[in-house]
């Protein structure tokens, strides 16, 4: 979009502030709406959002922070339940243990998804959307079949 330095940094802080008000959000409301529907919801709605970039296009850099920032306020509050909710169904014993395997496997993700951007640039940045909004619609539905609600449970019901 060839902006500069400054308009870049504004973009990515405007982004970042939409993802700590996710992370704020899902603080304050994920023990209401439960781990389930929090993740199920975060995901699709995200989803949804980076997937509309593909058809609608990408031709200003406004139009994609703003889609971006919408979607990227799902999926930021993941990161903060995807903590919470990994010492809630694992037990004691191997909670630290599986806290380092998924943040092991967050690195591997990021890895990764770097070099899936450089792959994809080539056929447009509505690639990209159309990969990463896929991605969380998958996440979605894998969560609404799999997740273990954990709402208004004790640790020792949900790991003993």
């Keep these: 979009f060839h902006l500069s330095v400054v308009d870049s940094l504004k973009y990515g802080m405007i982004?970042?502030?939409?993802?700590?008000?996710?992370?704020?959000?899902?603080?304050?409301?994920?023990?209401?709406?439960?781990?389930?529907?929090?993740?199920?919801?975060?995901?699709?709605?995200?989803?949804?959002?980076?997937?509309?970039l593909w058809p609608v296009g990408t031709e200003t850099a406004e139009k994609v922070l703003i889609f971006v920032t919408a979607g990227s306020f799902f999926i930021s509050s993941l990161a903060l339940a995807i903590n919470l909710y990994t010492s809630e169904i694992y037990p004691t014993r191997i909670r630290a243990f599986s806290g380092a395997v998924g943040g092991a496997w967050q690195r591997v993700a990021a890895i990764l998804g770097t070099n899936v951007v450089a792959w994809l640039l080539p056929y447009g940045t509505g690639s990209l959307f159309l990969y990463f909004g896929g991605l969380a619609l998958i996440g979605g539905?894998?969560?609404f079949f799999f997740a273990v609600e954990t709402k208004g449970k004790t640790l020792e019901e949900l790991s003993p």
């Design 141 to 143: 539905v894998l969560s």
């Design 15 to 52: 982004t970042s502030c939409g993802g700590i008000i996710a992370a704020l959000c899902c603080a304050f409301f994920i023990d209401y709406v439960g781990r389930r529907a929090w993740f199920t919801g975060a995901f699709i709605i995200g989803g949804l959002i980076l997937l509309t």
